[in-house]
């Protein structure tokens, strides 16, 4: 079961773009990286999904390089309304164990 | 928006107390998952399902249990609630295929005093 690593909090601007790295060294082949946010007193909700390269949705960009051992979350232009926790995930999603972590608490400043 | 339902959406009630956190969902969706959260850390599976007449234990040993009778509903019970089980119970679903997306439900606090 791949461990994700990802940093507890971060700052940034509104107007700014903000990257989150999370690291997942041990992440097996049949793994996908997922992405979910979270806001104060109500569930996750699914952001994007990837194995490798680049994704791109309307919210967000996931970069992920070629030895997948890391992933990078991109927020273009966030506003005080993307802060919120962000976890990272790694799991082949058929696997129901899916370790949510810790997370990484994004506060956006006016 | 995810057509997840759970109720109550807060319930406080006393030491001893049978309570059961109702999950619904109406999307078809054959996997179903029950997580703990305290305010401000992470997120623990406790229950999840495969399908009807499935369930296991997730990671967080916990006392509740559950059922799956039918595919959209998956209650959790406490036979006898205390205060350590206060906490936020979230309950989502998704599709049984890979690279699926877990949709989750707004969540029921529980207060146990």
């Known amino acids: 079961l791949a461990k994700t690593t990802q940093p507890i909090s971060m700052d940034s601007y509104e107007g700014q773009e903000v990257n989150i790295t999370c690291s997942h060294n041990n992440i097996a082949t049949n793994d996908y990286i997922t992405w979910y946010q979270q806001f104060p007193s109500q569930g996750p909700r699914f952001i994007i999904q990837g194995y490798k390269t680049k994704v791109t949705n309307e919210v967000a960009s996931l970069f992920i390089p070629a030895d997948r051992k890391s992933s990078t979350l991109s927020l273009p232009r966030v506003s005080l309304s993307d802060t919120a926790v962000y976890y990272c995930l790694v799991g082949d999603m058929v696997d129901d164990k899916i370790i949510f972590g810790k997370g990484t608490r994004l506060h956006i400043l006016p | 928006e995810a057509d997840i339902y759970q109720t109550p959406r807060y319930l406080v009630i006393g030491t001893g107390k049978k309570i059961t956190l109702e999950c619904s969902q109406t999307?078809?969706?054959?996997?179903m998952y029950w997580y703990q959260q305290d305010p401000g850390m992470e997120l623990h599976l406790i229950h999840y399902s495969y399908g009807v007449n499935s369930t296991e234990k997730g990671d967080l040993s916990s006392e509740s249990t559950v059922s799956r009778i039918r595919t959209e509903h998956f209650p959790l019970t406490l036979e006898s609630a205390r205060p350590s089980h206060t906490s936020q119970y979230l309950c989502a679903s998704s599709e049984f295929k890979d690279r699926d997306e877990q949709y989750f439900g707004p969540g029921t606090r529980l207060t146990v005093t």
């Open positions: 999307m078809g969706h054959d996997k």
